[in-house]
């Protein structure tokens, strides 16, 4: 999962604590609060990231709505997509397959922008963005 600021990261866990949509993976048991973190303000804005390994797909959720407002088809096959990165600067987003990583247009139409090899047996990627190192 990636959110473009940290503090959204908490906006999506606090969604637990709302009624309304939530986000559930597999044959996982619901989602359990177990604390929970008062803050100041509203919820920020902005969007998030994350992946559906079993299909295979990368979707893009407004945190604001918490709706799902694209699905990528990142082409990982039958392992399907593993980790991912972002570049905020650029708005791409590196989808890490278990023997390539894909580079999407995250900003725009989700297009493929690049493929880079690196082997089998990926399970993760990290992104330094003021060095742009994968």
């Known amino acids: 999962m990636i959110v ?16 309304g949509p939530t986000l559930t993976s597999g044959t996982a048991p619901p989602v359990r609060t177990v604390l929970s973190i008062a803050l100041p303000g509203a919820p920020a804005g902005g969007v998030f990231f994350t992946n559906l390994e079993d299909k295979d797909r990368t979707l893009r959720i407004d945190v604001r709505s918490r709706r799902v407002t694209t699905t990528w088809l990142p ?5 399907g997509p593993k980790g991912l990165a972002l570049d905020q600067a650029l708005d791409f ?10 580079v999407l247009d995250a900003g725009r139409d989700g297009r ?22 994968l």
């Open 4 to 19: 473009r600021k940290a503090v959204l990261l908490l906006a999506i866990l606090a969604t637990g604590c709302h009624a």
């Open 75 to 79: 082409g990982c096959g039958d392992d």
């Open 93 to 102: 987003l590196f989808v890490a397959c278990r023997d390539r990583v894909m």
């Open 112 to 133: 493929r922008l690049s493929t880079i090899d690196v082997g089998d047996g990926i399970d993760n990627i990290d992104y330094v963005e003021r060095r742009h190192e």
